[in-house]
């Protein structure tokens, strides 16, 4: 593994090629990360490269940036359908659901990167970090209101303005709905 500045992150192989890379998205002011990329290449996949890359690059983040909340977008695989070059989107939520991360139940969607990019829908907005001063209320929750400020500062980063179209209502209903903290999924359907 090797650091190249705090929010990248990349394995190299015996022979110093990259075989895969960590990238998180910092907002100091509200002191959230978003892993943004997680990525091992093609026929570097299975073999623990992932699992050692995200450990390290956590380890590391919690200590340089002490965030309250280490956020991941991730496809639901009841959706989405891999690739070759994108992988399996139900191997990677299990991936992430084996080292922790838990699911906030949210009509959760990636906003637009850029003029003229859709959203992505159907994706889970797991939690792989939380510190303990920003549970919710209720047990096996999340602060709504740090969950609703981040969403809406990442929306309008991308796209400009906080959303009032029917998705992005959706979304803010979900968390408002939740005054106590925003839950976790309980259970997943079977990929």
Request: a positive charge; proline letters at 8%.
């Amino acid at each position: 593994m090797l650091a190249l500045g705090q929010p990248i992150w990349v394995a190299l192989d015996d022979a110093g090629r990259v075989v895969g890379g960590a990238v998180c998205q910092w907002t100091p002011r509200l002191r959230v990360m978003l892993l943004a990329w997680l990525a091992v290449r093609p026929g570097a996949r299975g073999g623990g490269v992932g699992g050692r890359l995200l450990d390290a690059a956590l380890a590391s983040w919690r200590t340089e940036y002490a965030p309250c909340l280490v956020l991941a977008e991730v496809e639901d695989p009841e959706h989405h359908r891999g690739s070759d070059l994108t992988g399996d989107p139900a191997r990677r939520h299990r991936f992430y659901l084996d080292r922790g991360a838990r699911i906030l139940d949210l009509p959760y969607f990636q906003p637009s990167l850029g003029r003229g990019l859709p959203r992505v829908p159907h994706l889970h907005l797991m939690v792989l970090h939380v510190d303990p001063a920003l549970r919710g209320r209720a047990p096996d929750t999340v602060d709504a209101a740090t969950v609703r400020r981040y969403l809406q500062w990442h929306q309008r980063s991308c796209e400009g303005r906080v959303g009032t179209d029917e998705q992005s209502t959706r979304l803010w209903h979900a968390i408002d709905a939740h005054l106590d903290g925003v839950p976790y999924r309980s259970s997943l359907p079977s990929p």
